[in-house]
């Protein structure tokens, strides 16, 4: 697959394979403990070296995630954070970083 077909993640794997290099991909759950700092955290951790982020949509039955996931979630959705509130999130992350 030529690189402008693949997208962003497929050409992050294939530059850090050619480099003999793992990815860095942390997981954030969305709105925990607020959106504003879920930006912050964000951007921190793109600082940080990550070459991707995997991003956490607070559900209320998250059976299958550990306990620290399941509080991160229970917290975002105290502050009603949504999908809606998920996707913006991702847009505005694109847009600063």
């Given at each position: 697959?030529?690189?402008?077909?693949?997208?962003?993640?497929?050409?992050?794997?294939?530059?850090?394979?050619?480099?003999?290099?793992?990815?860095?991909?942390?997981?954030?759950?969305?709105?925990?403990?607020?959106?504003?700092?879920?930006?912050?955290?964000?951007q921190?951790?793109?600082q940080?070296?990550?070459?991707?982020?995997?991003?956490?949509?607070?559900?209320?039955?998250?059976?299958?995630?550990?306990?620290?996931?399941q509080r991160?979630?229970?917290?975002?959705?105290?502050?009603?954070?949504?999908?809606?509130?998920?996707?913006?999130?991702?847009?505005?992350?694109?847009?600063?970083?």
């Amino acid at each position: 697959m030529k690189t402008a077909e693949m997208n962003l993640m497929d050409q992050t794997f294939a530059r850090l394979r050619k480099e003999g290099r793992t990815a860095l991909i942390p997981f954030i759950t969305v709105g925990d403990p607020d959106v504003e700092t879920t930006l912050d955290i964000l951007q921190a951790v793109e600082q940080a070296g990550a070459n991707i982020v995997e991003l956490g949509v607070p559900y209320s039955d998250p059976l299958a995630d550990g306990p620290v996931i399941q509080r991160a979630s229970e917290r975002a959705l105290a502050y009603h954070v949504t999908i809606e509130t998920c996707i913006d999130v991702a847009r505005q992350a694109r847009e600063r970083h």
